[in-house]
Nanobody, 121 residues
Framework: VQLQASGGGLVQAGGSLRLSCAASGRIFSIDDMGWYRQGPGKQREAVAS???????DYADSVKGRFTISRDNAKKTVYLQMNSLKPEDADVYYC????????????????WGQGTQVTVSS
């Protein structure tokens, strides 16, 4: 089971980017999904999360600018980032609680690889 993130890049301040993160593998179901970010020398911080039922939560610093959504059929979570600021520049990571079915059901917490977001002022 793995998460593949994409969509990072370079954007001017005030611009927008859309991150995507697709899950693959022997997946039975996906519960909570979320996005985190981490800069050099900083702790990884939660940016946004979405439950299996679609309830969302955001860090105060991104409320009103970022929107998290998911497509359960595609096993994908998105992060629409608008009005980007230089302080939003970081490596963004997706995370998900994934239920896999082998001999038994097992809940895994899976991280995707990071995708770099750079915001020029």
């Amino acid at each position: 089971v793995q998460l593949q993130a994409s969509g990072g890049g370079l954007v001017q301040a005030g611009g927008s980017l859309r991150l995507s993160c697709a899950a693959s593998g022997r997946i039975f179901s996906i519960d909570d999904m979320g996005w985190y970010r981490q800069g050099p020398g900083k702790q990884r911080e939660a940016v946004a999360s979405i439950t299996g039922g679609g309830s969302t939560d955001y860090a105060d610093s991104v409320k009103g600018r970022f929107t998290i959504s998911r497509d359960n059929a595609k096993k994908t979570v998105y992060l629409q980032m608008n009005s980007l600021k230089p302080e939003d520049a970081d490596v963004y990571y997706c995370n998900a609680d994934i239920v896999v079915l082998g001999a038994t059901f097992e809940l895994l917490n899976v991280w995707g690889q990071g995708t770099q977001v750079t915001v020029s002022s």
